[in-house]
């Protein structure tokens, strides 16, 4: 896998998220583009088409499972990681409809995001 030829949208509404996990994955050669709320993301997945998306739970405007829900209506079929506090957890039924592949909680280990960041994309290109 080139992780050149990838895009993840990151959203987030917490600044200092958003930079260290854009900082980690563009230093792994991925293109990143950031979102500080659910709709800013969501109008950046119909527009730049990433391969991954990474969005917290609770953001404002849309929430990421709110967020994860619209793009499958718009037929948009990114797979998800899902930034969670700890101890929150969904439903699997809203995880598997909603493409959301793993759950993280926050705080995480930027080198634990990266690697499953990888592992999702890996899974993503065989399927």
Request: hydrophobic share 40%; glycine share 4%.
């Amino acid at each position: 896998m080139n992780a050149g030829e990838k895009t993840i949208l990151v959203a987030d509404d917490e600044s200092h998220i958003l930079s260290v996990v854009s900082l980690k994955l563009r230093n792994a050669g991925f293109r990143v583009v950031t979102a500080h709320d659910g709709q800013e993301a969501f109008d950046l997945a119909l527009s730049e088409r990433p391969d991954l998306l990474i969005t917290d739970f609770h953001m404002p405007l849309l929430s990421g499972l709110e967020l994860c829900q619209r793009l499958r209506q718009q037929n948009n079929h990114v797979p998800a990681i899902m930034l969670t506090a700890r101890g929150y957890n969904l439903e699997p039924s809203d995880t598997m409809q909603n493409g959301i592949v793993c759950m993280i909680s926050k705080p995480f280990s930027p080198r634990h995001l990266l690697e499953t960041v990888q592992e999702v994309l890996e899974r993503s290109a065989a399927a």
